[in-house]
């Protein structure tokens, strides 16, 4: 049986060697040719996609938590998908939808505590300091699969009972084997090798967007296509104002708008 693990051979990119010696034009356009690469991969992890919304909603019906977790960029763009979604979603606590990051607060700092995703013991701390149970869900973000902070975490939610979804962009890799449902993002190398923010953090954020869209309609908590945001700024209040200027006319559109009650029902692809 083959090992599934990280090599830094699968970073080699072929298809960037010479990059010196291109045009300015040429590296934006192959950058942008990238983001075909990262649609494709989404693509192809619809599947797995669909079941981890379908997990997620069960659990936080059932009470339970999703927290997204990992190091560096890839904890970062968790953060980014989860910390907006309390904001946008009233009815959503943020006590449920939660993120944690290597190093905490200081991440932040010009370099921000990079050295931690070495810790396979701080990924198990992590874990015991937000007290998973086997009602809540844990979503291991790493752009390669082995990060020992992510994977540390991973196999300790795991004897808490609390079910993991990995959210990896290299295959055959090491997280793989330690979470109960992989989404393998097969985006290919990066541009430079060596770098794991970029095409990386670009596909793991659309994923996680993905996945919430899903878990916010089937929780019942978006009026259709509008969202129930907390008003907490003027731009909030604003577009109430305005939704609720035009709420007689997108009830006169042809084709009906939904009003989610809360737990709408599950509708399968």
Not at 154 to 165: C, D, E, P, W, Y
């Amino acid at each position: 049986m083959k090992t599934k693990q990280w090599s830094p051979e699968k970073e080699i990119n072929r298809n960037t060697v010479g990059i010196g010696n291109w045009t300015t034009c040429k590296i934006i356009e192959h950058r942008i040719d990238e983001v075909v690469r990262v649609y494709e991969a989404l693509l192809g992890a619809a599947t797995a996609l669909e079941q981890a919304a379908v997990m997620i909603v069960d659990r936080i019906r059932k009470g339970g938590r999703v927290i997204t977790l990992g190091a560096g960029g890839s904890g970062v763009a968790g953060m980014s998908v989860m910390r907006e979604l309390p904001q946008n979603h009233e009815p959503i606590s943020p006590a449920q939808f939660a993120y944690a990051v290597a190093g905490g607060a200081k991440i932040f700092e010009p370099l921000g505590c990079e050295e931690l995703e070495d810790s396979w013991d701080e990924g198990e701390a992590e874990v015991n300091r937000l007290n998973l149970t086997k009602q809540d869900v844990l979503i291991c973000v790493s752009a390669t699969g082995r990060t020992p902070y992510t994977r540390g975490a991973a196999n300790q939610a795991a004897k808490r009972g609390a079910l993991t979804i990995g959210l990896i962009c290299q295959t055959d890799t090491e997280l793989e084997d330690d979470v109960h449902l992989p989404i393998v993002l097969a985006i290919g190398p990066e541009m430079f090798m060596g770098a794991t923010c970029e095409k990386a953090a670009s596909a793991q954020k659309d994923a996680l967007d993905a996945i919430m869209d899903a878990v916010v309609v089937r929780l019942g908590v978006t009026d259709d296509n509008r969202t129930r945001a907390r008003l907490v700024h003027e731009k909030a209040r604003i577009r109430a104002k305005f939704f609720g200027q035009t709420e007689p006319y997108a009830a006169a559109m042809p084709v009906p708008r939904s009003r989610n009650t809360k737990w709408a029902p599950d509708y399968r692809c």
